[in-house]
């Protein structure tokens, strides 16, 4: 296995058929990745999904399993949502070779994340992602197998690792550390008037694709808590929206 591939992992969020899973594991061992991250959905130690899995029943039995997405990907620090469909919340969509670059130039935990077979992943989940890509495919029928999908983007890996072994990483804050300042910002911003109360998460969308293409490292992060924490000290008999007498 290339030292390169060790760190990412395959997210599959709430996987509906045992099947699958194991596909999905053949497709990984078949790459040279091996971490498997399952959150929710069906039992994964079904026969099925052994059946399907042939020689990669040990990434089967390895699986770590999660509650919620937010709990798989705390200590993730890029992760990339894969999406068939494109939209106000889902721009800027990554090719899957543009995606394995971004992902090996990395350091640490990194992870490709996967949605259900019938729906794929939520804005909700989106979200909580680094980046978003989508694999190019006939408009007459866009949607893959999942365990189709996880096999593109792997083998977009282990062609990128092979190839570039020596891309340079950074090591970017995980995801369960920017989820405190997203959530301060959030508050500050409704307390001065800048985000609606009745909709924030809207522009915080927005505000998370900012950050997240910003890749904060740790003391990125520690200036953009401090600020926040000056803002809210500022603004604390604040009473007026711009623009109100």
């Known amino acids: 296995m290339s030292q390169h591939l060790e760190p990412i992992t395959i997210i599959l969020v709430e996987p509906q058929f045992p099947g699958n ?43 770590v399993c999660f509650n919620t997405l937010a709990e798989a990907l705390a200590d993730v620090t890029t992760s990339i949502a894969t999406t068939r469909r494109s939209g106000k919340y889902r721009q800027e969509l990554l090719t899957p070779p543009q995606a394995a670059q971004a992902l090996l130039r990395q350091s640490g935990t990194t992870a490709l994340v996967f949605g259900r077979e019938d729906h794929g992943l939520s804005t909700a989940d989106l979200s909580l992602c680094t980046l978003q890509a989508t694999i190019p495919s006939s408009g007459e029928l866009g949607s893959l197998n999942l365990a189709q999908a996880v096999l ?63 890749e904060l490292d740790r003391r990125d992060l520690a200036i953009m808590r401090g600020m926040f924490s000056q803002i809210d000290w500022a603004a604390a008999n604040f009473s007026e929206r711009k623009g109100q007498p």
């Not at 190839?163 to 307390?191: H, N, Y």
Request: charged residues 20%; proline residues 7%; hydrophobic residues 45%.
């Open 21 to 63: 899973i194991g596909m999905v594991c053949r497709a990984m061992k078949n790459m040279g990745l091996s971490r498997l991250r399952l959150v929710a959905g069906c039992n994964h130690r079904d026969s099925e999904a052994v059946k399907f899995a042939v020689a990669a029943v040990d990434l089967l039995e390895q699986a």
């Open 152 to 214: 593109i983007f792997c083998y977009e890996l282990f062609n990128a690792a092979a190839l570039a072994p020596d891309i340079p990483q950074r090591t970017p804050v995980p995801s369960g550390d920017l989820e405190p300042l997203f959530e301060q910002m959030s508050a500050t911003l409704q307390k001065i008037g800048y985000l609606n109360p009745q909709n924030p998460d809207h522009i915080m969308r927005a505000v998370r694709r900012i950050l997240f293409r910003a």
